[in-house]
């Protein structure tokens, strides 16, 4: 129960957080640019998203050893290994939700539509990198004592906990990130299940169960090559901004 507790409290900063993040940064940054991505910029803001993040998951895993007053090895270990499933899960997730969506425009014939060219799927090494430093900064503020100090401790970390835990006080809101929080939690253990399986299965040399053909692939192929043709010549559809949309995240056009 300890351990379920901390999987939805760190769901419920997740959730918190990602709102902060669309309402403070995002939404400016947007309008501020027109809507128009800027790479450099963007990679700029996923790297303090996700260090920022990183910091928070660090944090809360000491607050709730504190909390709980915590000194068993095994209890504490156990709370650390349990952060850094989460984290590792909710980035991977991101990463993999972009690639599915360069693998659907691309078997769709869409390329076009979305901006897709042969430097695309190379410009995702360098969300992985960011990924990769992410997870490194957790693992080092649990390995090195003083770096986790300084991390908790830094004035962005403190005023987004202060932040996170205001909102979740009050009354109304407690509620409904309440409800996003639960189906966060929820959604992260599909993935972990997934991701289980799928390293289950290539450790084990086995191949993951093929979904089905629809009857109708072909035919709805060649409709959307036609279509495609068709609309090169039309306004191309941002990837970054018009599809890739977090589960916990507030759609702009629903505002």
């Known amino acids: 129960m300890l351990f379920l507790e901390f999987i939805f409290t760190l769901s419920i900063v997740y959730v918190i957080f990602?709102?902060?993040?669309?309402?403070?940064?995002?939404?400016?940054?947007n309008l501020l640019t027109s809507f128009k991505i800027i790479k450099e910029l963007r990679y700029?803001?996923?790297?303090?998203?996700?260090?920022?993040?990183?910091?928070?998951?660090?944090?809360?895993?000491?607050?709730?050893?504190?909390?709980?007053?915590?000194?068993?090895?095994?209890?504490?270990?156990?709370i650390y290994v349990l952060g850094a499933i989460f984290l590792s899960l909710y980035l991977f997730s991101k990463l993999n939700k972009k690639k599915s969506i360069l693998n659907f425009a691309t078997n769709l014939g869409m390329q076009s539509k979305f901006k897709i060219n042969p430097t695309t799927n190379s410009?995702?090494?360098?969300?992985?990198?960011?990924?990769?430093?992410s997870i490194v900064i957790f693992t080092a503020c649990i390995s090195i004592p003083k770096f986790g100090e300084i991390i908790y401790q830094n004035p962005i970390n403190i005023w987004f906990i202060n932040r996170i835990q205001g909102l979740y006080l009050d009354p109304i809101l407690k509620g409904i990130f309440g409800i996003f929080g639960f189906f966060f939690m929820v959604s992260t253990f599909l993935k972990g299940i997934v991701t289980i399986s799928n390293f289950r299965n290539k450790i084990f040399g086995m191949k993951n169960k093929k979904v089905k053909k629809n009857p109708l692939e072909q035919m709805m192929n060649n409709f959307n090559k036609t279509a495609s043709q068709?609309?090169?010549?039309?306004?191309?559809?941002?990837?970054?901004?018009?599809?890739?949309?977090?589960?916990?995240?507030?759609?702009?056009?629903?505002?």
């Open 18 to 29: 990602n709102f902060i993040w669309w309402l403070l940064i995002k939404t400016p940054v």
């Open 44 to 78: 700029i803001l996923i790297g303090i998203k996700y260090f920022i993040l990183s910091n928070l998951t660090y944090s809360n895993c000491l607050i709730h050893i504190q909390k709980n007053t915590l000194s068993n090895f095994i209890d504490i270990s156990i």
């Open 123 to 133: 410009e995702l090494k360098y969300e992985k990198h960011i990924l990769g430093i």
């Open 230 to 255: 068709q609309n090169s010549k039309s306004e191309k559809v941002d990837l970054d901004e018009d599809l890739y949309v977090d589960f916990e995240e507030i759609d702009d056009n629903e505002k």
